[in-house]
């Protein structure tokens, strides 16, 4: 009896299961990367939290989170303002402690290596997008950066970097609709996800169907619960490491009490717009 029918119809459910849980675990890096660096540079308070007093004579920064921003269009900005207050209380009560506790058994020499294993297999979205872009010297890098590490790093380190100069190129396809002239749309601030756009949503479910794991668990020999928890443990591996390694930007945040959505978006829509500048110039 032929197994073609049963075979593909697994396959689409662990497909389907796939995109679910990689879209609920890609969330956590999203909003720790994006609000994390907001407050790495220009502390601030997530919301939530109880900020400590200053110091007596403590001078506050010349440029809170906020107080320099652009004039940005928010039509969503009631939905948005309670997808980050989730998001931001997903990471106080589910990703910091859990965090935190994993910087205890790991060194941060091995985190850093953990990292870069899954930067290292991120590799298909920033060669496709560089080539989409015609940036084809940056995606002939990206190729010779993942043979380079894979061989010579076991994907755990970086000699691409490190004794050949060769630096990696950020790129997703969300960059890619906006380099041909796509309008990035209203501002989205997606619950778990983090902050986006409605062209940038977009390029992160085509992002998500490059990435290699997809293709990893859709073929093989595994029910579709495995493959799907597996694919999904390995997400959450993947956002818990990252979360450990910026424990200390999030402490920063409870010195002061600013508009810290209003900083997030700020930062996010400027990086953005700033980024698709540098692709074509480049």
């Keep these: 009896m032929s197994t073609q029918g049963p075979m593909k119809e697994q396959n689409e459910r662990t497909a389907s299961g796939f995109v679910r849980c990689a879209i609920a675990a890609a969330s956590l890096l999203a909003v720790v990367s994006f609000a994390g ?23 506050a920064p010349e440029n809170l ?3 320099n921003q652009g004039v940005y269009s ?17 990471d106080d009560w589910v990703l910091r402690p859990v965090a935190t506790g994993y910087s205890y058994i790991a060194p941060q020499p091995v985190r850093e290596s953990v990292n870069r294993f899954f930067d290292n297999y991120r590799v298909i979205p920033r060669f496709t997008n560089n080539l989409f872009q015609g940036h084809l010297p940056e995606a002939g890098g990206e190729v010779a950066r993942f043979g380079i590490n894979t061989v ?15 630096k990696e190129h950020p790129n997703d396809f969300g960059l890619t609709l906006r380099y041909y002239g796509v309008a990035p749309g209203p501002y989205l601030m997606l619950p778990i996800l983090g902050p986006s756009t409605v062209t940038d949503a977009i390029g992160t479910a085509v992002d998500i169907g490059m990435n290699p794991l997809t293709y990893i668990t859709l073929y093989t020999d595994m029910p579709w619960w495995g493959s799907t928890a597996l694919s999904g443990g390995i997400r959450i591996i993947d ?7 910026h424990i200390d930007q999030f402490e920063e945040a409870d010195r002061y009490a600013v508009d810290l959505y209003g900083a997030v978006q700020d930062f996010y829509l400027q990086s953005r717009e700033n980024r698709v500048k540098e692709l074509k110039q480049e």
């Excluded at 660096?37 to 400590?52: F, W």
């Excluded at 928010?74 to 997903?90: G, I, R, V």
């Design 152 to 166: 010579l790093g076991l994907g755990f380190f970086d000699p691409a970097d490190t004794w050949f100069g060769l």
């Design 37 to 59: 660096t907001v407050l790495a540079q220009q502390p601030a308070t997530s919301a939530g939290s109880n900020p400590p007093a200053s110091a007596p004579g403590a001078a």
């Design 239 to 245: 956002a818990v490491n990252y979360r450990s390694l």
């Design 65 to 67: 989170p906020g107080e």
């Design 74 to 90: 928010d039509p969503l900005a009631p939905f948005n303002e309670s997808m980050f207050t989730f998001n931001l209380k997903l």
